[in-house]
């Protein structure tokens, strides 16, 4: 077992708004080591994304009081939060939820993707760091990389313009991926792609990843354990297999029967292991 | 098998873009049998809620028929269709955009009952009262506003609104796409329901090939505008013979039917082209 690249203990959140003081994660606690997924799942409210944000270090610091600690290597960012502008984008990086609003609409992939490659390697010349985009580009399947870098945002799909953020997330070479969501706003056979990259990514580098999603079937996928978080809290937490297959707490076992079933069809009978 | 309740034929819907036309439903065709649910079913830009808003005539379509138990509403002026109107109802996708948020839940459902011509306002407060009561929600429901509401919540005094004009045709698109998955599920067994009950027929949009084989006895699958494939769900979904129906099916992923750690042969890698 190596040592973790993330590990999060007793983290509260505490969020001040015109309501009052609510306590969006409430004492929460889990690990990353290299080359494992993570996935929080859970509904809406549930506090996932708060967690992610928190641990990204994201949150007002006006709005949010965070408490326990957010170890990254043997730095915790709760108790130095200046120490975070070491760690985001080089020890991790976020992939947002929503591609076709995160990237500025009035520069090109190029420049966007440029920036993020220069803030890593400042001293990369500007064709350096034009060539470095094109490698990062190509990783992650965008195809036609070199006449990508001149387009502007809203002449790319939504699918191609999340494998453009994946990229930025990786131009800073960073060992842990925090993804919020990263494909709910895509169209299925878009979001198999994505996850596929993900997957991919994951065993050709040993990257880590925090899922957050509110879809079991990707959690089923992607994941090495699941947290199943409601009210703050995690509820049942555990190996992939074991939560889905077995899950041992009420709520699980809701969201699971929740989901409609596709009932079986005629590429199953070539067994499990397609 | 029922005479079909609606019928469309060879439907066309072009939008104006500029400099030109843009085709979003290309010569579909599909019938609805009385008291059954078809789905349609597709991906973003398939012109699946292009064809909604036609059979709702919320837009006029190009050219082809939508007979409605007979009747082509497909070419009716405004003032011809609006005697029609509240035989075929929507069920919207965003809860929290299609409810008016100065009214209460109660005048929201008893407004398309004036529309109808219930008189008197005593009799529509207590429909709606009624219809409040039938899709689940408390009677403390009734005097307050959308604002307060969940969106499963919201969700359902859509689906009270639209059966206040009584249709014989309930038109639900994407209404499940914006709920949790256990609020979603509530929401689907209450459209079954009323089916059950009222023998209300049912057109189900969705994204969501779950959604469609719990929800649907007949599907139509689209993309680009075109019907790709169709038949009875349950066939189509075990066995469905066209490339992208197979696609879409392999795409949607069913949590308790992997095997092994980070299967990624569930996800076979698909090569997108660039818009």
Known sequence: MTAALLDVEDLQVELITAGGVIRAVDGVSFSIAEGETVTVIGESGSGKSTTAMAVLGLLPDDLAVLSGSVRFGGTDVVADPRALHEVRGRTVSLIPQDPMTALSPVHTIGRQLGEAVRLRKPELTKRAAEARAVELLDLVHVPRAAEQLGRYPHQLSGGMLQRVLIAIALAGEPRLLVADEPTSALDVTVQAGILALLLELQESTGIGILMITHDLGVARLVSDRIHVMRDGRFVESGEVEAVVDHPSHEYTRELLAAVPVLGPWDEDVAGGER | ?275
């Open chain 2, 1 to 275: 098998m029922t005479e079909p309740l609606l019928d469309v034929r060879d439907l066309v819907v072009e939008y104006h873009v500029r400099g030109g036309s843009f085709r979003a439903v290309d010569h579909v065709s599909f019938t609805v049998h009385k008291g059954r649910t078809l789905a349609i079913v597709g991906e973003s830009g398939c012109g699946k809620s292009t064809i909604a808003s036609a059979i709702v005539r919320l837009l006029k379509p190009s050219s082809g028929q939508i007979l409605l138990d007979g009747t082509d509403i497909a070419g009716l002026s405004e003032r011809r269709m609006r005697p029609l109107r509240s035989r075929v109802q929507m069920v919207f996708q965003d809860p929290y955009a299609s409810l008016d948020p100065h009214l209460t839940a109660q005048d929201i459902v008893a407004e398309p009952l004036r529309l109808r011509g219930v008189r008197s306002s005593a009799d529509r407060r207590a429909q709606a009262a009624e219809l409040i009561d039938r899709v689940g929600l408390p009677s403390s429901a009734l005097e307050r506003r959308p604002a307060e509401f969940s969106g499963g919540q919201r969700q359902r005094i859509g689906i009270a609104r639209a059966l206040a004009s009584s249709p014989e045709l309930l038109v639900c698109d994407e209404a499940t796409s914006a709920l949790d998955v256990s609020v979603q599920a509530q929401v689907l067994a209450l459209l079954e329901d009323l089916q059950r009950d009222t023998g209300l027929t049912c057109i189900v949009i969705s994204h969501n090939l779950g959604v469609v084989r719990r929800i649907s006895a007949d599907v139509v699958v689209m993309k680009a505008g075109r019907v790709v494939e169709s038949g009875p769900t349950a066939d189509v979904l075990a066995a469905p013979k066209e490339p992208y129906t197979r696609a879409l099916r392999r795409a949607a992923l069913d949590p308790t039917a992997m095997t092994g750690r980070k299967p990624r042969s569930f996800v076979t890698a698909r090569e997108e082209v660039p818009a």
